[in-house]
């Protein structure tokens, strides 16, 4: 059996996360109809909190929650906090489609700012990938701006921070453990959302708490697979796999909520798996 490389390994386990990530926002969307979105947060982060724990007791907590930056790594967890928050608001002014456009640019981001920030080199065929992953993505949510106004520039500033987000977690991967990260999102986010959570708390019903359950889990494990993917692969070289969120998203829209996807996002969506092919080919040959 072969073994996969590093740059494979990151490949699977970003597309396995952005996986886990449409499943968990599906469980989200259900959520929020009944619940505030901070509880959400809130069980969820405390759901989190006891998976880093239990990721980082064989290492030894207390060693393993030691950072070589700590100040970076706060800053990260509570940029992932506010990340989250951005798209939120900006959902009460645009609409969903418009929204995902924009924030499609979050990769080509991350892309151009790997080489001054991180010292990686970009090689024609990523960009080639990502973006073809881009014209996919557009093709599936095929945004129609009427005029350029200032709500168009939340979910800018939202891809932004995220794109932000990936390059400080790839940053610190090159002195922390992936388990010290994981322990300093959960705990900071925790700390933060604890803030405001209680103020709006509902008692959830029996369905809720399954999603919650489900959320908080889901959650936990795809930040740890994304992670580690970036702790195996450099940040530009997984940004084609992290297109397939919408291609996944799209799925779960249809098999949840009955949202049957059109011809466009079918090519839209078989364009996003063939820019992450290609990338994976050409790795393999690099390999």
């Given at each position: 059996?072969?073994?996969?490389?590093?740059?494979?390994?990151?490949?699977?386990?970003?597309?396995?996360?952005?996986?886990?990530?449409?499943?968990?926002?599906?469980?989200?969307?259900?959520?929020?109809?009944?619940?505030?979105?901070?509880?959400?947060?809130?069980?969820?982060?405390?759901?989190?909190?006891?998976?880093?724990?239990?990721?980082?007791?064989?290492?030894?907590?207390?060693?393993?929650?030691?950072?070589?930056?700590?100040?970076?790594?706060?800053?990260?967890s509570l940029l992932a906090l506010v990340e989250g928050a951005t798209f939120v608001v900006a959902f009460n002014y645009l609409p969903l489609a418009d929204t995902h456009a924009i924030?499609?640019?979050?990769?080509?981001?991350?892309?151009?700012?790997?080489?001054?920030?991180?010292?990686?080199?970009?090689?024609?065929?990523?960009?080639?990938?990502?973006?073809?992953?881009?014209?996919?993505?557009?093709?599936?949510?095929?945004?129609?701006?009427?005029?350029?106004?200032?709500?168009?520039?939340?979910?800018?500033?939202?891809?932004?921070?995220?794109?932000?987000?990936?390059?400080?977690?790839?940053?610190?991967?090159?002195?922390?453990?992936?388990?010290?990260?994981?322990?300093?999102?959960?705990?900071?986010?925790?700390?933060?959302?604890?803030?405001?959570?209680?103020?709006?708390?509902?008692?959830?019903?029996?369905?809720?708490?399954?999603?919650?359950?489900?959320?908080?889990?889901?959650?936990?494990?795809?930040?740890?697979?994304?992670?580690?993917?970036?702790?195996?692969?450099?940040?530009?070289?997984?940004?084609?796999?992290?297109?397939?969120?919408?291609?996944?998203?799209?799925?779960?829209?249809?098999?949840?909520?009955?949202?049957?996807?059109?011809?466009?996002?079918?090519?839209?969506?078989?364009?996003?798996?063939?820019?992450?092919?290609?990338?994976?080919?050409?790795?393999?040959?690099?390999?």
């Open positions: 059996m072969t073994r996969l490389s590093p740059a494979h390994l990151g490949a699977v386990l970003t597309a396995l996360s952005m996986l886990m990530f449409a499943v968990m926002d599906s469980m989200s969307k259900l959520l929020v109809l009944d619940y505030p979105i901070s509880e959400a947060l809130w069980i969820r982060y405390m759901i989190y909190a006891l998976f880093a724990l239990a990721m980082a007791r064989k290492g030894g907590i207390l060693r393993l929650a030691r950072s070589t930056r700590p100040w970076m790594q706060a800053a990260r924030a499609a640019a979050s990769p080509l981001m991350v892309v151009a700012m790997s080489a001054p920030l991180l010292g990686e080199r970009i090689g024609l065929h990523r960009w080639l990938s990502v973006l073809a992953a881009f014209a996919g993505v557009m093709l599936i949510v095929r945004p129609g701006f009427a005029e350029i106004s200032w709500p168009l520039f939340i979910p800018l500033l939202g891809a932004f921070l995220w794109a932000l987000y990936q390059i400080m977690v790839r940053f610190l991967a090159r002195d922390d453990a992936p388990e010290t990260t994981l322990l300093w999102s959960a705990f900071v986010g925790l700390a933060a959302i604890t803030c405001i959570a209680p103020w709006e708390f509902r008692w959830p019903d029996t369905t809720a708490w399954l999603l919650l359950g489900g959320v908080g889990l889901l959650g936990s494990l795809a930040h740890y697979a994304l992670i580690k993917a970036l702790d195996y692969a450099e940040a530009s070289a997984v940004q084609p796999y992290g297109y397939t969120l919408l291609v996944f998203a799209t799925l779960m829209g249809w098999l949840v909520f009955g949202d049957i996807p059109g011809a466009w996002t079918i090519l839209g969506a078989c364009i996003v798996v063939l820019s992450g092919l290609y990338t994976w080919a050409l790795d393999q040959r690099k390999s």
